[in-house]
């Protein structure tokens, strides 16, 4: 059964602090999705990594993929209170590129002023 | 060109009853998904219809069902509703079912008393 485990899942940091939220997966999938959840919307989507090694930015979020470590990354850098939120990956769960995806458990991040 | 719409957004059943929620994928997208979101969970996949047929399927009972129509709308039925039926029902449209891009709708919250 595929997994996705994120950590940590409860991130607390203040202003212009930079951390990282690890997403490992227990099988290989095509493809790695990070979405932003706000409190009782939707999901919006950040980033899809389609490929080792890729790496993408948005304004101060960066997502990174390494296949082989089966592990991706999303950096924050110089954190401000908007980007406080739930953050999700996730990959195509069900063989190949599917696009049913297998989420992670999420990670509230506080940014704190 | 109009996102994806889900209703109703909000709904309160009672155990044992019925419900259809319905959801209206974007414009040019064939593809259609359902996630079931537990409070302070991450999306789990329910299934997914393609050329109006069910396209595969997460671990769900049989009591949860859906449709798709030929304008590619959708609806997920849930019989015989559970206390744990209440969570955010989300749809996802996308260009194919191999597509990388997902866009998700507001959802509908479901709860059961």
């Known amino acids: 059964e595929l997994k996705v485990e994120q950590n940590p899942l409860f991130l607390s940091m203040q202003e212009g602090k930079n951390y990282t939220i690890y997403c490992n997966y227990s099988?290989?999938?095509?493809?790695l999705y990070w979405y932003r959840q706000d409190p009782g919307k939707s999901l919006e989507s950040l980033f899809v990594?389609?490929?080792?090694?890729a790496v993408k930015q948005e304004g101060r979020l960066m997502a990174s993929l390494d296949t082989k470590a089966r592990l991706s990354t999303l950096h924050i850098t110089a954190a401000v209170h908007d980007l406080s939120a739930t953050y999700f990956c996730?990959?195509?769960?069900?063989?190949?590129?599917?696009?049913?995806?297998?989420f992670g458990t999420g990670t509230l991040l506080a940014v704190q002023p | 060109e109009t996102g994806v719409t889900q209703s109703p957004t909000h709904l309160i059943k009672t155990r044992g009853q019925q419900v259809t929620l319905r959801c209206s994928s974007q414009?040019?997208?064939?593809?259609v998904s359902w996630y079931q979101q537990a409070l302070g969970q991450g999306p789990q996949f329910i299934f997914q219809?393609?050329?109006?047929?069910?396209?595969g399927r997460g671990n769900f009972p049989p009591r949860f069902s859906g449709l798709q129509f030929p304008n590619y709308s959708s609806e997920l039925n849930v019989n015989a509703l559970e206390l744990d039926d209440s969570a955010l029902y989300l749809c996802?449209?996308?260009?194919?079912?191999?597509?990388?891009?997902?866009?998700f709708g507001a959802g509908s919250r479901l709860t059961v008393l």
């Open positions: 996802a449209s996308s260009s194919g079912p191999g597509a990388n891009v997902l866009t």
């Open positions: 099988t290989t999938s095509d493809r």
């Open positions: 990594l389609l490929s080792n090694g």
């Open positions: 996730a990959v195509d769960g069900y063989g190949g590129a599917t696009n049913k995806l297998i």
């Open positions: 414009s040019g997208h064939n593809t």
């Open positions: 219809y393609y050329r109006e047929e069910e396209n």
